[in-house]
């Protein structure tokens, strides 16, 4: 049913395939070595208008374990879009190289546009402040491996929850999972977006507090999903300024929250998390960045028909 398809939001997946993809990438992390050769033959195209480390190599990887090819670009200056070709252009030419697109924009909206002129499937890997639903899918395998479930959790949105796309796709999803309660902590001047709550959140019974203070609420939460403030969504430098240290997670903080709680981050971190909390048994980010290639091998193997 996924062979062909676009993936722009986390909406574009029902709640049966989400968890179709989470347990195919769960069969990989338990045999990777099956998977070797499903995708051989078959070509991604990396296409990255905007920088990024670990979502362009986490595809590579992705589809090389697979036993696929990877062409594409990191660097937008070294294309043909600095002679003015249009992203609809780009995608009827690349289309024509390849089995499946990831696609990384700063432009809304610029995943959904391609898509339109595409006869391959396109992947959204971060359009701008909008979505990033493979951090998404990533962040659903992580919740589904250490906590044995996608219900019933406390989830803490700390840091910009203003522009952080990723914020916006996780909440989407898990708002289709019974049980789920949402805190949003971040200052007023990043709060969460109103379409979030009023079009998706309210409209779906999803119970959630917008607070302020991270220590107020650190001893409910069953897992933590700080975010970084991002510089390159801000026009005034001083305002990034006043408010990049807003929230840092340290061990004395730690110290507020469950024995059993646990922290994951979209990651790059800058200074909302100190290393010292990286020893701590809680911290799972960098365990989240190995399941999001598992997620990323399970999506491109459903969406080329492989599997």
Request: charged share 25%; with cysteine; glycine share 6%.
């Amino acid at each position: 049913m996924l062979t062909g398809r676009h993936l722009i939001q986390p909406d574009d997946l029902t709640v049966s395939e989400i968890d179709e993809i989470c347990s195919l990438a769960e069969q990989i992390i338990v045999d990777p070595k099956s998977f070797q050769d499903v995708c051989r033959g078959k070509i991604l195209a990396t296409l990255f208008f905007e920088p990024s480390t670990r979502t362009r190599l986490s595809f590579e990887a992705a589809m090389l374990r697979l036993g696929g090819s990877v062409e594409g670009f990191s660097d937008a200056d070294n294309t043909s879009s600095v002679k003015g070709e249009t992203l609809a252009d780009t995608i009827r030419v690349v289309s024509s190289y390849v089995d499946v697109i990831a696609m990384r924009s700063p432009k809304e909206g610029a995943a959904l546009l391609a898509s339109k002129y595409s006869p391959v499937p396109i992947i959204n890997a971060g359009d701008g402040g909008h979505y990033h639903p493979t951090q998404t899918l990533t962040d659903l395998v992580t919740i589904r491996q250490l906590t044995g479930g996608l219900e019933n959790h406390t989830i803490g949105f700390c840091g910009d929850l203003k522009f952080g796309r990723t914020v916006h796709s996780l909440a989407e999803a898990m708002r289709h999972y019974k049980g789920n309660k949402f805190i949003f902590i971040s200052p007023k001047e990043l709060t969460v977006p109103d379409y979030l709550i009023k079009n998706i959140l309210e409209p779906a019974g999803v119970k959630y507090e917008i607070v302020e203070s991270l220590d107020a609420v650190m001893d409910q939460l069953d897992i933590l999903y700080m975010t970084r403030v991002q510089k390159e969504r801000f026009f005034n430098e001083q305002d990034y300024i006043r408010l990049k240290d807003s929230y840092i997670l340290d061990t004395e903080r730690m110290k507020l929250a469950r024995k059993n709680m646990i922290i994951l981050h979209p990651l790059p971190r800058v200074n909302e998390i100190t290393p010292e909390v990286d020893n701590d048994p809680r911290a799972a980010y960098f365990k989240q960045v190995k399941y999001g290639m598992y997620a990323r091998m399970a999506l491109i193997a459903k969406l080329t028909g492989t599997l």
